[in-house]
């Protein structure tokens, strides 16, 4: 049994996520305790309790402590099986993190898979449709992986009700390099909206552009039906050769659309600065395959507390290390053993 103190490193849900795939995949059972620990709220909200609730059953295993507020459980799993599930997380629950639960075990299953998961699409604090889409998922295709995804209907917090679409045949995952990310082929600034003021993205686009100086072109507003709303979210978007980053500014209330805009840009313009493959978030979602993978490496800015508590609860799992390595000219070279 491994002992997991959910307050370590940096304390939030993700070490539970990344114990339930790890544990359904390797079958050792964990015992986890202080969940969520350093966050505001400890113990499991609904997107948490929904992906432990996922991984349970995916995986026939069994749980102890499964409730809302539990700041403590014991998971035992049991055989991974393919097939159709549904999961709804309720409200803006994120369907993102969910499936960053289930994907890496579902990819181990005996056959293949289709989810159907609805909650929040596009929800502060992880990672929306978009991102998974066209940053993540391409990687996992070049580690040999089959992943289709459709976004049914967005999802905004608070009111939530996405829909998105996920089909899965399992795979062996080989080992990459993701060290280059080659030249800038595009770039894009959407501002999404939906049941709000047509003038919120457009002040969104107005503080945007000075700070990242693309073209005229790339910047654009996308309406949603007003029934998908109230929501809003700036997303922007660099595509190179070998991979992409998007970084999204979410719209709250007491946030000035500049501020938000401003934040979003000055995030997008010190990625396109370095010279790295993989964002702060994206590297915190490739560790896992990685590891799975046996070994790989990418290069990527200043490593997040969330990447470094990630390699510490994939090396209880499998024995694998990760090496985070600062290179002379900037950004780190990330390895798996």
Same mark, same amino acid.
């Given at each position: 049994?491994?002992?997991?103190? *959910?307050?370590? *490193? ?34 499991? @909200? ?27 459980? =014991? ?27 289930? $994907? ?28 998974? =889409? ?40 080989? !080992? ?35 700070? $990242? ?21 700036? @997303? ?8 992409? =980053?998007?970084?999204? *500014? ?77 290179? !002379? ?9």
């Amino acid at each position: 049994m491994i002992i997991i103190d *959910g307050s370590e *490193g940096e304390g939030g849900g993700q070490i539970l996520r990344n114990a339930c795939a790890l544990s359904l995949i390797t079958g050792q059972p964990f015992r986890i305790t202080n969940i969520r620990g350093k966050r505001e709220k400890p113990g499991l @909200m609904r997107q948490h309790l929904m992906a432990v609730t996922a991984a349970c059953t995916i995986g026939n295993a069994s749980c102890d402590g499964l409730e809302l507020g539990s700041t403590a459980i =014991e998971f035992r799993p049991g055989a991974i099986r393919g097939g159709d599930y549904r999961f709804a997380v309720g409200s803006a629950g994120s369907t993102g993190l969910v499936l960053q639960t289930v $994907l890496m075990p579902l990819l181990a299953a005996d056959a293949p898979s289709r989810l159907v998961l609805e909650g929040g699409t596009h929800n502060m604090a992880a990672p929306p449709f978009d991102f998974i =889409e066209r940053c993540f998922l391409p990687v996992l295709a070049r580690m040999g992986a089959t992943v289709g995804v459709r976004l049914v209907r967005h999802g905004f917090y608070p009111r939530g009700g996405g829909v998105v679409e996920v089909e899965i045949v399992p795979a062996r995952l080989r !080992a990459v390099a993701c060290v280059d990310r080659g030249a800038l082929v595009a770039v894009s600034a959407t501002a999404l909206f939906a049941g709000l003021p047509h003038g919120i993205a457009e002040r969104e686009l107005r503080a945007a552009r000075p700070l $990242l100086d693309w073209p005229e072109a790339a910047f654009g507003v996308r309406q949603l039906p007003e029934e998908q709303g109230p929501g809003n979210a700036l @997303m922007l978007e660099a595509r190179f050769e070998h991979g992409a =980053e998007i970084v999204t *500014g979410f719209g709250k209330l007491g946030l000035s659309a500049e501020s938000l805009a401003k934040t979003a840009a000055q995030r997008m313009a010190g990625y396109l600065r370095a010279d790295a493959f993989a964002g702060p978030y994206l590297a915190d979602q490739l560790l896992l395959p990685f590891a799975l993978a046996g070994e790989g490496a990418f290069t990527t800015v200043k490593p997040s507390q969330h990447s470094l508590t990630a390699a510490d609860i994939i090396a209880r799992f499998t024995g694998r290390r990760t090496v985070f390595a600062y290179r !002379a000219g900037g950004g780190v070279l990330v390895e798996v053993r």
